[in-house]
């Protein structure tokens, strides 16, 4: 069965780096879009990017446009999440997940979702 794990979350200071990674166990070359979602704790899960299974297209929320970028690894089958010039705001449990009708940014359009990395952004 496959699983998409992320690894990569931690406690880092503001203005600092992180680098979020999800792989997909099970299975070695990946078709499918793929998403990075975050949820802060009291709020609703929120879209922060996505990207096209072959890595041509990506999507930003305007909240971390021009800080994070997605990416996917040669294979496919893992998508990474560089976090640069990070604020007390970005803090949250990140999620990554599939999506086999095309990646969006609404959390129903997205069918396999990974267990979550907290990330930390404090002084």
């Known amino acids: 069965q496959v699983q998409l794990v992320e690894s990569g979350g931690g406690l880092v200071q503001p203005g600092g780096s992180l680098r979020l990674s999800c792989a997909a166990s099970?299975?070695?070359?990946?078709?499918?879009?793929m998403g990075w979602f975050r949820q802060a704790p009291g709020k609703e899960r929120e879209f922060v990017a996505a990207?096209?299974?072959?890595?041509?297209?990506?999507y930003y929320a305007d909240s971390v446009k021009g800080r994070f970028t997605i990416s996917r690894g040669y294979a496919k089958n893992t998508v990474y999440l560089q976090m640069n010039s990070l604020k007390p705001e970005d803090t949250a449990v990140y999620y990554c997940?599939?999506?086999?009708?095309?990646?969006?940014?609404?959390?129903?359009?997205?069918?396999?979702w990974g267990q979550g990395t907290q990330v930390t952004v404090s002084s």
């Open positions: 997940a599939e999506s086999t009708v095309g990646a969006g940014t609404k959390p129903y359009e997205y069918d396999r």
């Open positions: 099970g299975r070695t070359v990946s078709t499918y879009d």
């Open positions: 990207i096209s299974w072959g890595g041509g297209t990506t």
